[in-house]
C-alpha cells in the first residue's frame, strides 16, 4: 500500500539558517511527488512536484527538493529560511485511483517554527 | 478572480444536524475533491469525482455525502450519522495530476 511518512512532527530553526524536511515514501511505481505548505488556517499551496526527469526540482519560495529513488525519499530544503517560512509542510504522493484521477496520500506534516 | 471558493469560513453544528459545506470552482476542472484534515493525522479523501453526475468514495466516507450536479461545485454534507465532524474540511480540484486547495471550512459541533 501507498504511504508518506515524515518523520518530524515539529522543527524549530533559526531565521538564516539552513532547513531540511524529510519525506519517505512507499509507492510500487515511479511516483508523483508533491510539497505543500499550509499557514494556520489556510488551504494548501503548492510548493513544488516531481514527476519524471531531473531529481533535484526548485519550487517556489526558495525551495527545492530532491528525488532519491535508492533512499525513496524526497526531502524539502531551503538554504536560509526566513521568519514567514514558519507553516505546516506536507508531503504527498500522486497515485492513480479508480482511474485517470489522481489521489493524493499525504504525510502527517512536518510543524516549523522560525525563530529569530 | 479565479480559484477555489469554499464557503463558509465557519460553521457550527447542532447534534443530530446535518450541515452542508459549500465548494465552488471556476478553474474549468474535471475532479474534485473533498478532505478532512484533523491534528497530526494530514489530510485524509473523504469523497471524489472525476465529472458531473459521478462521484466515488475516499477512504473515511461514512457519515458523508456529496452531489456534482455542475461542473463548478462539489457540496459536502455532513450527516448526523457523522459522530465526530468536528475537523478543517478542504475542497480540491485538480487538472489533472496537480491539486489545488480551497480556503478550508472549519467544522465544529454546539
Known amino acids: 500500500a501507498q504511504s508518506v511518512t515524515q518523520p518530524d512532527i515539529h522543527i524549530t530553526v533559526s531565521e538564516g539558517a539552513s532547513l531540511e524536511l524529510r519525506c519517505n515514501y512507499s509507492y510500487g511505481a515511479t511516483p508523483y511527488l508533491f510539497w505543500y505548505v499550509q499557514s494556520p488556517g489556510q488551504g494548501l499551496q503548492l510548493l513544488l512536484k516531481y514527476f519524471s526527469g531531473d531529481t533535484l526540482v526548485q519550487g517556489i519560495k526558495g525551495f527545492e527538493a530532491e528525488f532519491k529513488r535508492s533512499q525513496s525519499s524526497f526531502n524539502l530544503r531551503k538554504p536560509s529560511v526566513h521568519w514567514s517560512d514558519a507553516a505546516e509542510y506536507f508531503c504527498a504522493v500522486g497515485a492513480h485511483y479508480g482511474g485517470a484521477t489522481n489521489k493524493l496520500i499525504f504525510g502527517t506534516g512536518t510543524l516549523l517554527a522560525v525563530q529569530p | 478572480d479565479g480559484g477555489i471558493t469554499q464557503s463558509p469560513k465557519y460553521l457550527f453544528r447542532k447534534e443530530g444536524q446535518n450541515v452542508t459545506l459549500s465548494c465552488e470552482q471556476n478553474?474549468?476542472?474535471?475532479?474534485m475533491y473533498w478532505y478532512r484534515q484533523d491534528p497530526g493525522q494530514g489530510l485524509r479523501l473523504i469523497y471524489y469525482?472525476?465529472?458531473?453526475?459521478?462521484?466515488q468514495k475516499g477512504d473515511i466516507a461514512e457519515g458523508y455525502s456529496v452531489s456534482r450536479e455542475k461542473k463548478e461545485s462539489f457540496p459536502l454534507t455532513v450527516t448526523s450519522a457523522q459522530k465526530n465532524p468536528t475537523a478543517f474540511y478542504l475542497c480540491?480540484?485538480?487538472?489533472?495530476?496537480?491539486?489545488?486547495f480551497g480556503a478550508g471550512t472549519r467544522l465544529s459541533v454546539l
Open positions: 478553474l474549468n476542472h474535471d475532479a
Open positions: 469525482s472525476q465529472i458531473v453526475n459521478d462521484f
Open positions: 480540491a480540484t485538480s487538472a489533472p495530476e496537480i491539486q489545488y
